[in-house]
């Protein structure tokens, strides 16, 4: 039997290298080398080298004096990628009541306009009312009233990318729709 397997190796190995003899087997292309084009060549880049020498390292001394580094606009690359981790796992004091709440939750049902500071009234999931003011704070995401306008309030969330840009998010409140319309519009649409 050990025979057999043998038999049976050096045949595998002399079809092998067979397969390889024969994919080798191509036309192999020497590239004559053009010496003329290579003398010239050197003729042009001048028969004295070291003036060339010279005149390279002058320039080099030259460039290398007048580089100054500028940190401005490249990352710190002593930095987490991630951010301060510290930061992170710190929790927030809740300045506000309404920051308990999701802004999608709120509803504003009255907006006073035509004063110095215009100010809402926003109505939380637990039916309490509260009025808030530009600079005030909403949402779970510590989004800031930015302006109140005449139909809506404007609230700017801002949040870090991992590589620390900050990202301003608009988000918008709105007054009902139903408080615009007339009565007589609104006892049509509950007829059909």
């Known amino acids: 039997m050990r025979k057999n397997n043998h038999i049976a190796y050096r045949l595998m190995f002399s079809l092998l290298l067979g397969l390889l003899f024969v994919s080798c087997g191509g036309d192999m292309e020497i590239k004559e080398r053009d010496y003329r084009a290579e003398l010239e060549r050197v003729k042009k880049s001048g028969t004295d080298g070291t003036k060339k020498k010279e005149r390279d390292l002058s320039d080099i001394l030259k460039r290398k004096s007048n580089y ?29 009541e309404l920051q308990r709440y999701d802004i999608s939750d709120l509803q504003v049902t009255a907006i006073i306009w035509g004063i110095t500071e215009p100010r809402a009234t926003v109505t939380a999931p637990d039916k309490k009312s509260y009025i808030i003011k530009r600079g005030s704070f909403v949402g779970k995401n510590w989004g800031k009233v930015s302006k109140i306008l005449p139909s809506k309030i404007e609230i700017v969330e801002t949040y870090k990318d991992p590589l620390g840009r900050k990202i301003l998010n608009k988000l918008y409140l709105e007054l009902p729709v139903k408080t615009i319309l007339n009565k007589e519009d609104v006892l049509s649409d509950e007829k059909e």
């Not at 100054?68 to 809740?94: C, H, N, T, W």
């Open 68 to 96: 100054r580094y500028s940190p401005v606009g490249k990352k710190d690359p002593f930095r987490s990628f991630f951010g301060d981790i510290s930061a992170l796992s710190q929790e927030r004091k809740i300045v506000s």
